[in-house]
T-cell receptor, first 110, second 114 residues
Framework: QKEVEQNSGPLSVPEGAIASLNCTYS??????FFWYRQYSGKSPELIMF????GDKEDGRFTAQLNKASQYVSLLIRDSQPSDSATYLC??????????FGSGTRLQVQP | GAGVSQSPSNKVTEKGKDVELRCDPI?????LYWYRQSLGQGLEFLIY????????KSGLPSDRFSAERTGGSVSTLTIQRTQQEDSAVYLC????????????FGPGTRLTVL
């Protein structure tokens, strides 16, 4: 079992819809969780991080964390074609660096 | 500098050759990370430097890989006797202190081993 699992996609949503990206992790001791966006051929950029159970909202983005279920998600409201990218879930398991999932490719159809 | 810089942006080499990849972190950032990203995969941690402390080399895949960081700033990742499976994008990131939420990535070096 991978430490951080994501569906590779592609996840295809129409413009204006809500995109829901999911991630599960195996280490119950994980403390913090990160969502990075990576455009094709570019480096990852941080969108959001979350530490506590529940929801955290930032503009059109909402991160949701459920530590009991070892599940973290990212919702993108009013999806735009410019949101089309690969979204990487990353987990701080207490080691020196983040553990990344393989990413979910999102396609927003105009 | 304005951001993390890496050089070269692309490197094509022949199997068995040695390569050096360079990372220049954001000025003042004490932590520096090297990751590897193979095609269609997530990021694989390689090595971590924090200030003058001994580096965390736990992610290096073999003894052909080594890295150093001179003067607490620029870092060089060296791959000796390259193999085709070393082909990947090598990403460097830096952060202020150990706060992982402040980690900023460079543009990466795409390594192709023929």
């Amino acid at each position: 079992q991978k430490e951080v699992e994501q569906n590779s996609g592609p996840l295809s949503v129409p413009e204006g819809a809500i995109a829901s990206l999911n991630c599960t992790y195996s280490d119950r001791g994980s403390q913090s969780f990160f969502w990075y966006r990576q455009y094709s051929g570019k480096s990852p950029e941080l969108i959001m991080f979350i530490y506590s159970n529940g929801d955290k909202e930032d503009g059109r983005f909402t991160a949701q964390l459920n530590k009991a279920s070892q599940y973290v998600s990212l919702l993108i409201r009013d999806s735009q074609p410019s949101d089309s990218a690969t979204y990487l879930c990353a987990v701080d398991t207490g080691r020196r660096a983040l553990t990344f999932g393989s990413g979910t490719r999102l396609q927003v159809q105009p | 500098g304005a951001g993390v810089s890496q050089s070269p942006s692309n490197k094509v080499t022949e199997k068995g050759k040695d390569v050096e990849l360079r990372c220049d972190p954001i000025s003042g950032h004490t932590a520096l990370y090297w990751y590897r990203q193979s095609l269609g995969q997530g990021l694989e941690f390689l090595i971590y430097f924090q200030g003058n402390s001994a580096p965390d080399k736990s992610g290096l895949p073999s003894d052909r890989f080594s890295a150093e960081r001179t003067g607490g700033s620029v870092s060089t990742l060296t791959i000796q006797r390259t193999q085709q499976e070393d082909s990947a994008v090598y990403l460097c990131a830096s952060s202020l202190g150990t706060s992982l939420n402040e980690q900023f990535f460079g543009p990466g070096t795409r390594l192709t081993v023929l």
